[in-house]
């Protein structure tokens, strides 16, 4: 898959790459996690993958490409656990609880995800092919987090002037409080406090209290 392919790629990614791609990125995903993009090499993912470095080049060309692939498709299976989790749900304070639950899945999911994300976030802002990530996560994300906040603004629950302005605050707390997460000595027990601190602000985010029911 080339640069423009991954950029282009949305909610159906996982389809548009081969068997052989996809167990490249999942392998990519776990090394990268686990090690850094810094010190990363072709010869480790092939390792992980159980595959020839040479055919890490023949499908994704060289390692940007597959990192910037492996970013995208963390990103559209995190969009579609959020879409999943809230679709057909009317209430919004109930859509608020889903997209919780579906980007607060738990400490190590949560942690791989975001030193990924770090690690991918500064070949952004250094390297040009990168450029187009940030584009491909305000669309995909904040894009979801919009829907859920006209929906409730609809229903007059949420008390928001700006949807788009605001879902790009939410997605900005959301990704600060998991760094204040990650800085956490005791990470593992931190999750749970954690996840309830980022629920209560976007609560407070959009200008709603406690669902009813709740002190």
């Known amino acids: 898959m080339t640069e423009n392919q991954a950029l282009a790629a949305r909610g159906d990614l996982?389809?548009?790459?081969?068997?052989?791609?996809?167990?490249?990125?999942?392998?990519?995903?776990?090394?990268?996690a686990r090690q850094g993009g810094h010190r990363l090499s072709l010869q480790d993912i092939a390792d992980e993958a159980g595959v020839s470095k040479g055919l890490i080049l023949y499908h994704f060309k060289n390692k940007d490409n597959l990192l910037l692939t492996t970013m995208t498709w963390a990103l559209v299976r995190t969009a579609e656990r959020i879409r999943k989790g809230i679709e057909g749900?009317?209430?919004?304070?109930?859509?608020?609880?889903?997209?919780?639950?579906?980007?607060w899945i738990g400490p190590e999911q949560n942690r791989d995800f975001y030193l990924l994300y770090l690690d991918l976030i500064e070949h952004a802002a250094r390297v040009p092919s990168f450029r187009g990530l940030p584009t491909?996560?305000?669309?995909?994300?904040?894009?979801?987090?919009?829907?859920?906040?006209?929906?409730?603004?609809?229903?007059?629950?949420?008390?928001?002037?700006?949807?788009?302005?605001?879902?790009?605050?939410?997605?900005?707390?959301?990704?600060?409080?998991?760094?204040?997460?990650?800085?956490?000595?005791?990470?593992?027990?931190?999750?749970?406090?954690?996840?309830?601190?980022?629920h209560e602000g976007l609560l407070r985010l959009l200008g709603s209290g406690q669902p009813q029911g709740q002190p």
């Open 136 to 198: 491909v996560t305000r669309e995909i994300i904040e894009g979801l987090y919009a829907e859920i906040i006209r929906e409730g603004v609809a229903q007059r629950v949420f008390a928001v002037a700006d949807a788009d302005e605001t879902a790009a605050t939410m997605r900005a707390f959301v990704e600060g409080t998991f760094l204040q997460w990650l800085q956490q000595p005791d990470w593992r027990e931190a999750h749970p406090r954690y996840r309830s601190r980022c």
């Open 89 to 103: 749900v009317g209430d919004p304070h109930a859509a608020v609880q889903a997209l919780i639950d579906a980007v």
């Open 14 to 32: 996982e389809a548009d790459l081969s068997p052989r791609e996809l167990v490249i990125v999942r392998g990519a995903y776990r090394v990268i």
